[in-house]
């Protein structure tokens, strides 16, 4: 890959960031849900800690959760909010975003009202 020469070292910045950018583009440009995931999941494996993405992960899951059947619907539900929960850790050492964190709390808790004891584990109030 001509962005990250140097396997040793951690990869570039630049380069998760255009794997965030792709996904957001697939999402505007109305493509399929796997090219927006796909690029999603490349960005994310090339820095899990990347608060943006991790958020962005949360709510594609939501989304899938809430346009689900009920066979599936617990279990996309669920893997939402393990993004969300990595996201606030991640945000609570970086900066405050008190408020985005209890919007989305408040979201799981009125559409998913089966993971309201997950929520309370999750800091941020």
């Known amino acids: 890959n001509r962005f990250w020469l140097n396997r040793q070292l951690p990869p570039p910045r630049a380069l998760y960031e ?37 958020f962005e992960l949360a709510v594609f899951y939501y989304r899938r959760a809430l346009e689900s059947g009920l066979d599936s619907k617990e279990t996309l539900a669920r893997t939402s909010l393990g993004y969300f929960e990595r996201y606030v850790k991640c945000v609570l050492k970086d900066r405050p975003v008190m408020k985005k964190i209890s919007d989305m709390k408040a979201m799981y808790t009125a559409d998913f009202p089966f993971l309201a004891a997950d929520l309370d584990g999750i800091t941020g109030k």
Not at 20 to 48: D, T
């Open 18 to 54: 255009l794997y965030f950018i792709k996904a957001l583009v697939s999402q505007v440009e109305k493509e399929p849900v796997e090219n927006q995931l796909q690029a999603l999941k490349k960005a994310e494996e090339l820095n899990p800690r990347f608060h943006a993405v991790l």
